[in-house]
């Protein structure tokens, strides 16, 4: 069993930054490919980024070069690191854990973008 429980969200403005944090418990953390995704308002959740547990990373388009994600083993934390934001990302951010038939989702943190 995995529970997932981010944090570092918030109200920035456009072209502003943000580092959010998915602190995980339960055993064998670093067996498990994690990722971030998000859901906007009347939009279904999509995939922002994903970390394997070797270190493998991958990026929705619409992110690249702007987000980094990131992971701790040892911390069993998870970061993505949001730079240059536009109104656009704004929406409930979520992490995720999974390995073989095991998913978990965290509760999600709120990131808004608005002058």
């Known amino acids: 069993q995995v529970q997932l429980v981010e944090s570092g969200g918030g109200l920035v403005q456009p072209g502003g930054s943000l580092r959010l944090s998915c602190a995980a418990s339960?055993?064998?953390?670093?067996?498990?490919?994690t990722g971030w995704y998000r859901q906007a308002p009347g939009l279904q959740r999509e995939l922002v980024a994903t970390?394997?547990?070797?270190?493998?990373?991958n990026y929705a388009d619409s992110v690249k070069g702007r987000f980094t994600i990131s992971r701790d083993n040892g911390k069993k934390t998870v970061y993505l690191q949001l730079t240059n934001l536009k109104p656009e990302d704004t929406a409930v951010y979520y992490c995720?854990?999974?390995?073989?038939?095991?998913?978990?989702w965290g509760q999600g943190t709120q990131v808004t973008v608005s002058s």
């Open positions: 995720r854990a999974t390995r073989g038939a095991y998913d978990y």
């Open positions: 339960g055993s064998m953390f670093s067996l498990y490919d």
């Open positions: 970390i394997t547990a070797f270190g493998m990373t």
